[in-house]
């Protein structure tokens, strides 16, 4: 799937691995009003954060300086970060309510291309781990082999689940359920913090022009993350797809 092309594509970060389309039935409100409506079009907002992420450690794989290792490195371990706890919430909080409540299968079929992926996944996270205790071993071809690696049955994955996610397949579970479902998703979400690291990471992986008003943060929170604790890690977010305030931006060594 990927390509030996070291160049992005204009600010839309869309190879080597392909982005999700946004889905094209209506996105009707947010997810606190029609979870069953809108779970589908966040996933693939939330997906396309991951898969654009990791687009861009692909390509800065070859262009990062000796000087910003550490940083690049930190930054591919926040994008395996997010990966893992992305899935680990769906495993351990989404997809048992589904299969509660009549969609077993597709649960089922979930959960099995996780594990198609999991061992390289895992694989990938030692590499940096070794790599940030060693910064000096790095190497750019042994680093988009381990991306390839992983990102195949990965974005193959994340793609696969959106049409599992229909309005028409969540829409079988009582309103009530959902409600709570995503209530507790919520409650899960803001427990996990990450004022410094998964916030500033969600908001330099989305393409504004899909959603402007997402992620669904207030304006003050909006404000804290540009000027605040986006900077707590700013080195980091220099090879990101879009810079704080949402514009595209590109990698350049120093």
Known sequence: MASNNSVHDG?????PFPPITLPSYP????????????????????????????????HNAALVSAKDVPAFISYAKSAVDMLHEHHH???????????????????????EQHKAFHDSM???NEHLNGLAQRPEEYDAQRMREALEKLGGPLVQ????????LHPD?????????????????????KSQGGFTTLIPFMVTGH????????????????????NVF?????????????????????????
């Not at 969540?170 to 409650?187: E, H, N, P």
């Not at 393409?207 to 540009?226: Q, Y």
């Open 207 to 226: 393409r504004s022009e899909e959603a402007p008003a997402w992620p669904p943060f207030p304006g003050p929170l909006r404000w804290l993350v540009k």
């Open 169 to 189: 397949n969540m829409r079988k579970i009582d309103k009530d359920i959902l409600d709570k479902l995503c209530s507790d998703l919520d409650a899960h979400i």
């Open 27 to 58: 996105l009707t409100a947010t997810l606190a009003d029609d979870f069953g409506g809108n779970i589908a079009g966040e996933m693939v907002l939330v997906h396309n954060v991951i898969i654009r992420s990791f687009n861009a450690v692909w």
């Open 89 to 111: 919430t769906e495993e351990e909080i989404f997809f048992p309510v589904l299969a509660r409540e009549g969609l077993a299968q597709i649960v089922e079929g979930n959960i």
């Open 11 to 15: 600010g839309d970060w869309s190879s």
């Open 230 to 254: 986006g900077r707590v890690h700013s080195s980091r977010w220099k090879f990101a797809p879009y810079d704080l305030s949402g514009n595209p931006q590109t990698y350049s060594p120093s």
């Open 157 to 164: 994955h994340l793609h696969d689940e959106i049409p599992t």
């Open 122 to 124: 895992e694989a990938l």
